[in-house]
């Protein structure tokens, strides 16, 4: 089945660090890639939706200037959380699909910002 | 009204029981639907495509009514393993898509 690659998996760093997050589809095109948030017990919430070579679309309410996304190929996407605070501290997942088929998952990168 | 909601549980049924969660979805426009499994702080993983024409693998069934606008997922003779979260996912694509989750059903199996 088709793979994503979520990298790193785990970050732990100081109020005010920017820390960057890259998604990778292994192996196939990924011509929209997703980034969500999960705070405990609550569901996947969408921060931003990309399509390859575009400016990314933000949800209402997500910072473009703090949470800046590049998605520069067909198989990488990006996501920085700028001069990250504790309420930044989440699970952030990727997600990538090709037209038509669904989205495949990251395995998730848990941020915790101290 | 919430753009797709679902019954948060837990259900909590005995191994062997058969379970059945629906979820609502409030724009009628919408277009894809699926159900994901979600272990314990984990990555949410595809678990089946929702058609009108409904969806079996194995032990699990997959419905839609868009008359009633909802999506159901039934699985059968149910396993200690199959306790996680089960979200729906309900996709609107117009301008650019649109992707909503549930909440999640969580699921404990019982030995």
């Known amino acids: 089945g088709a793979v994503v690659s979520q990298h790193p998996s785990r970050v732990i760093c100081k109020s005010g660090t920017s820390v960057k997050i890259e998604c990778r589809s292994l192996?196939?095109?990924?011509?929209?890639m997703f980034w969500y948030r999960q705070f405990p017990k609550q569901s996947l919430m969408l921060m931003a939706t990309?399509?390859?070579?575009?400016?990314?679309?933000?949800e209402q309410g997500v910072e473009k200037d703090k949470f800046l996304i590049n998605h520069a190929s067909l198989t990488l996407s990006t996501l920085t959380v700028t001069s990250a605070h504790p309420e930044d501290s989440s699970f952030y997942i990727c997600?990538?699909?090709?037209?038509?088929?669904?989205?495949?998952f990251g395995d998730g990168t848990r941020l915790s910002i101290l | 009204r919430k753009e797709v909601e679902q019954d948060p549980g837990p259900f909590n049924v005995p191994e062997g029981a058969t379970v059945a969660f629906n979820c609502t979805y409030s724009?009628?426009?919408?277009?894809?639907f699926f159900w994901y499994r979600q272990d314990c702080r984990k990555e949410p993983k595809l678990l089946m495509s929702?058609?009108?024409s409904g969806n079996e693998d194995g032990r699990f069934t997959a419905q839609l009514n868009r008359a009633s606008q909802y999506i159901s997922l039934l699985i059968r003779d149910s396993k200690l393993s199959d306790s996680a979260t089960y979200l729906c996912?309900?996709?609107?694509?117009?301008?650019?898509?649109?992707?909503?989750f549930g909440i999640g059903t969580k699921l404990q199996v019982i030995p």
């Open positions: 997600s990538a699909r090709d037209q038509g088929e669904p989205q495949h």
């Open positions: 192996d196939f095109q990924a011509t929209t």
């Open positions: 990309s399509n390859e070579g575009s400016k990314a679309t933000y």
């Open positions: 724009n009628s426009a919408s277009q894809s």
């Open positions: 929702v058609y009108s």
């Open positions: 996912v309900v996709i609107l694509t117009g301008g650019y898509q649109k992707v909503t």
